[in-house]
């Protein structure tokens, strides 16, 4: 299903992605050395709950995961990249972690992440390589367009990454969004441009960079859902939910500090 969202609906879409913003910022802010994934977990539902939001994951139930997430949040630290489920860990000092919340509030979902290097410790390779995610980012949203087709942002998104040397994976992308969270159509991480759906104004995408250091091969974790590196090497992961208007692309999930 590719949705069009009217005026309105468009309106309800930046109230939502505001949102979205918003949470992740504030649980950016409140990560230190220490917290526990548990921790933030609970604070995102306390955040979605007061917002009279509703989150889009803890009845997920995929075909790629196991049972329903359970979960208000993803948080994928170091190998993880995707899916990360919340557990009894508390963060060290130089952990690479991603944030991915996505939640639907006045009947329209956002979806957006952002992976940050924990403490006083931060190996260049690190930085690096969330620095492409982020870059390859701005060339999605760069090229995304009326008239312009699916696989003209994949590309973009897709020369960036390459450019910077990183396998890869075409698995898990980015997509549609609206009403649900996960509609068509898909958005790859790599691609040939002027091929695929041609955008249209009130569309809105979740584009989703996501880069592994030396593979693109992907493990599934013990818990059914927390995808990781073949390897173990660290992994980063960018997301903004953008709506598609008659001047370009606007990004409806900014962090504000």
Known sequence: MIEI????ELNRARATGALVGRILQTLKDRVTVGTNLLDIDRWTAELITEAGAESCYVDYAPSFGRGPFGHYICTAVNDAVLHGMPHDY?????DLLTLDLAVLLDGIAADSAVSFIVGETKRPEDVAMIEATE???????AAARPGARIGDLAHAIGTVLDEAGYPINLEFGGHGIGSTMHQDPHVSNDGRPGRGYKLRPGLLLALEPWVMADTDELVTDADGWTLRSA????????EHTIAITPDGAEILTLRRP
């Open 5 to 8: 969202l009217n005026s309105d």
């Open 90 to 94: 508390a963060l060290a000092d130089g």
């Open 135 to 141: 870059r390859a980012l701005r060339a999605g949203i």
């Open 231 to 238: 390897t173990g090497t660290r992994t980063a992961h960018s």
